[in-house]
Structures are given as C-alpha cells and as structure tokens.
C-alpha cells in the first residue's frame, strides 16, 4: 500500500462493530422466520407443548394430503411447460421476427404481471363458463341442449388460467436473453446452410438457455403457489396444496395438519427458489 | 505459428480441388431502407476465383452490396447472379456461400470442431465426411491442435482461423469476408492479411468478395477493388491499375494519398498516351489521353513518386516551398506550397533537410502521374 493511502483521510464512517446487522436481522425474524418457526410449532408440537410428530405424520400419509400434493405437481409441471412453450414461441417471434406492433404487444403481455391472477379467472368464466360467450354461440349455433364446453372447471381449465397468468414471467427474461444473441452468429449459420428451426435449436436456445431455466423455475415456483385460481374455478376434485391447507385451517379448523402439509409447501418453494437463483445468476453471467 | 507453416499439401490439394469458385454478378442491384437509397444501382462482376475487395468510408453501401449477395437483405430492384444462376429470392441456407464476419461469430457453446462441422451437419453431409472435411479445414488453417477448445479459450487471431476454417470446410461457391480483420490489433492483422494471401495462393478457386474499410487490406490481397461512395460505384479496376492511374479524386483521395494539383492540358506529348500540362509556372507530361488543349484537369501524383533528384525517367520537374518536415524513422514527410495547393512528399531518405523559404525542385516520371476531371458527384 502506498503512503497517499495512508496519508489519505479517513471517510466519516460510523464504527458499529458489526451491530448493524442486528436491526434487519430482527425485522427478518419478526416479519419470515418467527410465523415460520410458529408453524413448524404448531406442525410438530400437542397443546401439551410436547413434541409429536404422529398427528403431522398421519396427516402426511393421508389419502388427501397425496392427492394434492400430485395435483400440484401435475398442474404446476403442465402450467410451467405450458408457459415455457408459449413463451418461446411468442418470444422468438418478437425477437427474431418483428411485426408492426411487436413493441405493443410485448408490452401488453408485460402488464398481465400487474395484473391479480383471479382477474383472469373471471375473464375465463364470461369466456369458456357454461353462460360464456363460447359456449352460448355454440349451444345456440348448433341447436344444442348442454353447453359443449366445460373444460374450464377441470384441471385443465386451472393450467390455462395459470399458463395465461405465468407466461409473462418466462416471457420477459427471454426477451432479454434473445436481445442479446449475437445477430451475426444468426446470419453465419443461416449461410452454412441452417435453416430457422436448426437455428432456433443450435445457435438461440443453447444461449438462452439460462433464461428458460430462470423463466421456467419461477413459473414453477408460482404456480406450486397457486392459491386464487385453483379457488375461483372452483374445480371439482381438484385440489393443491395451498388449497388444502386453506380447507384444513379454515373450513376444519385442523391447525396442526395444515401446518404440516404447510411445512412441506415451505419446503417445496425453498427447493424451487434456490433452483431460480442459481439460473438467474447464470443468466446474469 | 504461420497458416502456411501448418498447411498440409495434401489438404489444401484436395480443398483446392474441391473449391470451384463461382462468379458473382450484380445486375442493377439496389437497396433501400424505409424508402431511403442506401445502395443505388450497382452493376458490377466478380470473376470466378478473383479476390474483389469493395472499400469505402462508412455509409458508402459495400457492407449492403455484400449482405444482398448473403441474401440477408433483399434487393429493391435488380438481380444477383452466382455462377449465372439468379438467386435474388434463394433464401440464404440455399445460397451455397460462407462468410467470415468482424466479431468471428463462433457458436460459444460448440467446441472448435463443432464450429468447423456445423454447416456440413446443416448441409447433411455424410459422418465420415464430415471428420475428414474438419480435419482438413483446421489444418489448412493451422488449428488442428485446439480443435476441443471452446471459442473462449483462444486468442483473437485464432478465432478467426476457426471461423475461417468453419467458411472453407463447406466448400462455398463464394466465400463472403466483411471486415474480417477489423476487431485484431494492427500487428496480428498484417500477419493475418498476409495468411489470407496464402490462403488464395493455395486455392485459387475460391471466389473472395471481401468488404474492408481499410486500403492497406485491399492493396495488399484483392485482385480488383470497387471503390464505393454514398451508396454508389465510385471506381472499380485492377488494384495496381486503379492506385496508379485513379480515374477520379475520390478514389485517388480515398485509396493512398495523392496530390491532386490544377493543371491545364497544353497539348499531346510526343509519345503516344501521354500529355503536356502547365502547372503553374511548370510544364510537364503525364499519363492521358483525350484531354482537349486548355482543358481544366487535375494532375494526380503520388507523394511517394516524387523525388528531389531527377534522371532520365524522372524528367518532370516542379519546383515548391517546403512549409512542414515530418521525419518519422523510416520515412520523411514533407509538406510543401505550390500556389495555392499542398505538395506531399515522403522520402526514404532527406540528406539535407531544406531551410524554411528556400524553393525547392520535386522530379516525377511521366507514367507516375495522370491526369483527372474535377467531378463533384464522384
């Protein structure tokens, strides 16, 4: 180190010792880690205070608790792969293949984020709903008794409320990582003699690779959490995790089993979170 | 390590063999953008295996002529022929060519020899093919060791050997080069145009049509070279032809220096394709022909061509004020007054540097200089 450092004057800093930390930490424990803590107590925990790990155990092993957590997966994973596959087409189109209006258009799709989630849940129902719009055109075009539409309160009708919510979130750093795809390297394969799609699967996924992964996680993690779509359809038989632990706390006053399958929901999003992270951090290298 | 240390006869025998260059032709090729020109009708021809470098100052539509011949953008008027055949509508894939761009363009997540064997892969050639063609290419360019590295563990320089080496191994009808050079340091790109050279030298099929903003480049490898100017032809001849004898100031200005000096045609010279011209108080003769006696021209002569001493061949003298010595090592720059123009003059050597004010003679030979007519279009 050179004298000037030395000689330099020192910056006006408080001198806390490290105690800074203490004040965030606090607010960190009293807003995330004391309810959490809470639940875990009362997932594990009698009215006794005494440790008991057999009622969590029971309600773990229960018929209902792997339902949900299979409907959860089985939504979350077909809403995710939905809003990927959407999402690439719609970002490769916007990035590579301009239209008049494409700006709009990304940024229409953009304000689906701002936008809460049971909206479009309403929206569907005026839509796809047995009174809807499609299936009063259709009853009263074709002379028909039912509605012929009803998807909307199966599990399918869940997905494409949730794919038509999430794809912006894989949308958005697509477009990031297709604007930063070198035009050239395009251009060079495409005289090589690479037609698009050879294009689109060797050159522009491998380098947006990142991206779906950062996109695809988040979306995963959004919609394992899925609460206020799954409970506005209304779908028969269709219930998630979130939605379990609502029925169990709420509608069965059952706190200590809804903590516990909470516990496994915490533990599910952590997995998810830490899987968004790492890609995000590749994604920004 | 030099590409033609590492060239195996063999390889380049059989890639010279393979490489059967195709002429290129633009027929009133035009482009706009949004409406704007910004290449007007361009009506020009490459010959098969010849090396035509376009230059130009920026905005002057030789990076535009060589992506309408990629078919990267589409002509707004015109045609593009290869090897005679029109491909103003093939989509490029169809096109057969390659190209070596400024920033190398490698795929990143491909190893070198993935690099290499991508547009045999995109042209479904066979495997062992495939393997053999990479193999040659790298060699010829003298990358065969580092054909499992990524594109991130080598130097510039080597970069563009392999994107050189990925255009080759397809075998293109014409290799597309647009500023290929531009992005290596000044020392790696003089030894990297001498390699392009001997490249050629090796396959002299391949048709080069190679895009540079830099004159040294085009001196040194093109056969011909098309001086483009605000979306237009300019000049296009034969390099030592056009550098000699530039038929306009905007291609004497832009390729090498040149004195363009005010001169009036006095009459014919004794020998034939030559004139007398008056400039200033001075006669002399140069290179013309067609000049009508008292015509206005400009005399076009090299600073490197003039002398301080005269002889036989140098037999034009012009006589000037030195007004700047620039010694500069190997050479002396030497700016001069010659009534109201500048002289340049660069010397190997000054024995006796002139006093300030003192008028000084410059001898030139009378096949170092030409005549011009002032046209402000060109």
Known sequence: ?285 | MTVSAAVSRSAVAAAAKATAGSGVTFDQVSVAYRGAVVLKPLTMAVAAGEILAMIGPSGSGKTTALRAVAGFVRPASGRILISGTDVTNLPPYERGLAMVVQNYALFPHMRVSENVAFGLNARGAAKDLIAQRVEESLRIVGMSQYSRRFPRELSGGQQQRVAIARALAVRPRVLLLDEPLSALDAQIRRSMVEEIARLHADLPDLTILYVTHDQSEALTLADRIAILKDGELSAIGRTGELYRRPPNRFAAEFLGRANLLPAVVAGNAEKSGFVAVRVGEANVVVAGDDHPVGAERLLCVRPQNLTLTGDDERSNRIEAEPREIHWQGELTHLVAQIGQSVLRVVATRLPNPPARGEKLAFFFSPADANLIVEDARV
């Open chain 1, 1 to 285: 180190m050179s004298d000037a450092v030395a000689l330099a004057p020192r910056a006006a800093k408080l001198n806390l010792g490290g105690w800074w930390i203490a004040p965030p930490l606090i607010v960190l424990a009293l807003l995330f880690l004391y309810p959490l803590a809470l639940i875990a107590r009362a997932a594990l925990m009698d009215d006794s205070g005494a440790l008991n790990f057999a009622a969590a155990f029971d309600v773990l092993n229960s018929r209902a608790f792997l339902s949900a957590l299979l409907n959860t997966a089985e939504i979350a994973l077909a809403s995710t792969l939905g809003c990927v596959v959407l999402g690439l087409t719609l970002g490769l189109i916007l990035a590579f293949a301009p239209f008049p209006g494409a700006g709009l258009v990304a940024r229409i799709i953009d304000t689906f984020i701002a936008l809460p989630t049971f909206l479009v849940t309403l929206a569907f129902t005026f839509l796809y709903g047995s009174a809807g719009i499609l299936n009063g055109a259709l009853t009263s075009s074709l002379g028909l008794d039912h509605p012929p539409v009803d998807f909307l309160y199966t599990a399918w009708g869940v997905i494409l409320a949730e794919v038509t919510v999430y794809t912006p979130f894989v949308l958005r750093p697509l477009l990031a990582a297709f604007s930063l795809v070198d035009r050239s390297q395009i251009e060079v394969a495409s005289l090589l003699g690479a037609r698009p799609l050879r294009i689109v699967r060797q050159v522009i996924l491998p380098a947006a690779l990142p991206a779906i992964v950062a996109g695809g996680s988040l979306c995963l993690l959004l919609t394992v959490n899925e609460f206020g779509i799954v409970l506005f359809i209304g779908a028969k038989g269709v219930i998630t995790l979130p939605l379990l632990i609502y029925s169990k706390a709420i509608q069965e006053s059952d706190y200590q089993g809804a903590c516990a399958i909470a516990i496994v929901n915490v533990a599910l999003s952590l997995a998810l979170f830490s899987l968004y992270r790492f890609a995000a951090r590749r994604l920004g290298a």
